[in-house]
């Protein structure tokens, strides 16, 4: 069989799907300049923080985390009360 290799997105795939993901939710940025300095956001900074997010979430999905991890929950559930758990 076969192996596949996934390639990393290039800049305009990217560019492609990020602007597909704002029109899905409502978001029309080309009422942004495309590359103005002084401008708040423009299109070109918008795209490449986009990029930069999609790229760093891999990462973040690569996280492990620990199964004796105890969740904090804003009501501890009554048997703590019996348990080290309880601050004294």
């Known amino acids: ?10 800049d305009e795939e990217l560019n492609v799907y990020i602007r ?9 940025i080309s009422v942004l300049p495309d590359s ?6 423009d299109q070109e ?10 790229r760093q979430e891999v990462v973040a ?5 620990d199964p004796q991890f ?6 501890p559930a009554p048997f703590v009360a019996w348990t080290e758990e309880v601050e004294k």
């Open 1 to 10: 069989m076969k192996e596949k290799t996934i390639h990393s997105p290039s």
């Open 20 to 28: 597909t993901r704002y029109q899905l939710l409502g978001v029309d």
């Open 61 to 65: 999905a690569d996280f492990d985390i």
């Open 70 to 75: 105890n969740l904090p929950v804003p009501h």
């Open 45 to 54: 900074r918008l795209l490449e923080n986009g990029r930069s997010i999609l």
């Open 36 to 41: 103005d300095p002084d401008a708040p956001m």
